[in-house]
């Protein structure tokens, strides 16, 4: 008797190792929540690019040229990044040739934006950090002219929150590049069908959807926003952020904070160069 009881507290034990281990690592916290998930990211922050192993020849094939050549003819597209993490799109960009735009970065994990600010150090002319969620972003309406959201939305709260701010900053005609996660079997109840994305983006007012084979575990998905708009371009951060207390776009830096010049509202910059979002406004 003695035996069976030690055969099933064992039994017991490993599959209690075996789920805390699902839940934390093999699906990255997502069925514990946005916060468990920002801790694990800042927890892990300094290893993630050793874990990833991003390579750059792939980044060059497979993200950064496809965007250039949806883009066409413009090289100085202004971009936002969302859930960048390490910086993973911002980097691809701006190591292309062509390149010529502007990118602003977003992420909830502050520790990931630490390790992007160090890697994006040379490049800070052409990219801005900001510590904000995915469906809180300080920007007017059809203010880019690419937004990029890549392997994040299934370890959002709110996916379809999420997708529906991506698409409002988006200008008419823009492009948006997101992601589908594609092993169901690991993360089951958090994915979503090819069907249920398409039907997703096209109530958002986009159109075009294009599903594209990428990794073992993501399909990329591409779509452009419904209507026409003129061709944005290049600009500074300053220049498209709004204001959270009188919705202005009159923000101006100065050290260390950017100040709206119509009601005064001051957001902190980190001594990394991150806009300290959530720090005044709560998401």
């Not at 084979?213 to 026409?228: H, I, L, N």
Request: with cysteine; charged share 20%.
């Amino acid at each position: 008797m003695t035996a069976i009881w030690l055969v099933a507290g064992l039994l017991a034990t490993g599959a209690l190792v075996w789920l805390v281990w699902w839940l934390l690592i093999e699906t990255e916290g997502a069925y514990l929540g946005q916060r468990v998930v920002t801790w694990l990211y800042d927890r892990f922050a300094t290893r993630y690019d050793n874990i990833k192993a991003f390579n750059p020849t792939h980044e060059y094939l497979y993200v950064s040229s496809p965007i250039m050549n949806a883009s066409r003819p413009h090289t100085d597209m202004l971009m936002l990044d969302i859930a960048t993490g390490t910086a993973r799109l911002p980097l691809a960009m701006l190591a292309h040739g062509r390149f010529k735009g502007h990118i602003i970065a977003v992420d909830i994990s502050r520790k990931m934006l630490e390790q992007a600010a160090y890697k994006l150090a040379d490049d800070m002319a052409h990219a801005d950090l900001m510590h904000t969620p995915a469906t809180c972003l300080p920007f007017p309406d059809e203010t880019f002219d690419v937004v990029t959201f890549l392997e994040a939305l299934e370890f959002v709260d709110e996916p379809e929150a999420a997708l529906h701010e991506a698409v409002r900053v988006l200008r008419p005609g823009g492009l948006l590049l997101t992601t589908l996660r594609i092993s169901i079997k690991t993360m089951p109840g958090k994915l979503w069908s090819q069907e249920k994305m398409q039907h997703t983006l096209e109530n958002l007012g986009m159109r075009r959807v294009y599903f594209e084979p990428w990794q073992e575990e993501y399909t990329k998905v591409w779509a452009r926003k419904t209507g026409p708009s003129a061709h944005i371009g290049a600009k500074p951060l300053e220049a498209v952020l709004r204001c959270p207390h009188c919705d202005e776009v009159a923000y101006s830096y100065h050290v260390p904070y950017f100040v709206c010049g119509n009601c005064e509202h001051r957001i902190p910059v980190g001594e990394d160069g991150v806009l300290e979002f959530t720090k005044v406004h709560d998401c």
